[in-house]
């Protein structure tokens, strides 16, 4: 079974800056690419970043682009998002979600999420 | 950049009810669509890829057909399990978008 467990949420003030992880496991992480979706409280869902599954593509929003930097450390099972000059307005949760293949490119969808872990942006 | 449009926001319907929900892109996807269900206080499960596959697990009740530019996601009975949040996402390009979503309420 797909597990997905993020970590790393909490309060963070204006300008911060946060480290996200997701521990993967039940499924051979290096065989997938995988993703951050986050979900502002009572609103959509909006796609941060994907990676593939070597970590050397990656794509980011056009809203972190600079500022958020997804990583992976295959030997640790393991999906990372820094995030820094953070803004109220990225104040959601953020969830690790797994791919249905090993590339990030176009026909891709997210097979399994995570619960998400809340990033809350004030002072 | 992609723009998904979901219609409507949000509905209501009581157990056994057709509903149908529809997701209208800027500019063609082709059937690069997916849908996702979202239960209250849940993260969002996938439901349908490429515009009309039944996900692994997902049960029949669940229809989707289109491409290019409008498609649309029917659940042809609703159940209890059903009342939830449904998003389209769009994968032509590597960068998703999401519709705004579709509540469906009991009435």
Redesign the interface.
């Known amino acids: 079974e797909v597990q997905l467990l993020e970590s790393g949420g909490g309060l963070v003030q204006p300008g911060g800056s946060r480290r996200l992880s997701c521990a993967a496991s039940g499924f051979t992480f290096n065989d997938y690419a995988m993703a951050w979706v986050r979900q502002a409280p009572g609103k959509g869902l909006e796609w941060v970043s994907s990676i593939s599954g070597f970590g050397d593509i990656s794509y980011y929003a056009d809203s972190v682009m600079g500022r958020f930097t997804i990583s992976r450390d295959n030997s640790k099972t393991s999906l990372y998002l820094q995030m820094s000059g953070l803004r109220p307005d990225d104040t959601a949760v953020y969830y690790c979600v797994k791919l249905d293949a090993f590339g990030n490119g176009p026909q891709t969808w997210g097979d399994s999420w995570g619960q998400g872990t809340l990033v809350t942006v004030s002072s | 950049d992609f723009q998904m449009t979901q219609s409507p926001s949000s509905l209501s319907a009581s157990v056994g009810d057709r509903v149908t929900i529809t997701c209208r892109a800027s500019q063609s996807v082709r059937s ?1 669509l ?1 849908w ?1 269900r ?1 239960k209250p206080g ?5 439901l349908i ?2 515009g009309s596959t039944l ?1 692994t697990g997902v049960p029949s009740r669940f229809t989707a057909s289109g491409s290019g530019t409008y498609f649309t996601l029917t659940i042809t009975s609703v159940q209890p399990d059903d009342f939830a949040t449904y ?1 389209c ?1 769009q ?11 579709t509540k469906v309420e009991v009435k």
């Open positions: 690069s997916n996702y979202q849940q993260a969002p499960s996938l890829t490429r996900h998003y996402q994968s032509t390009s590597p960068k998703w978008t999401f519709g705004q979503g």
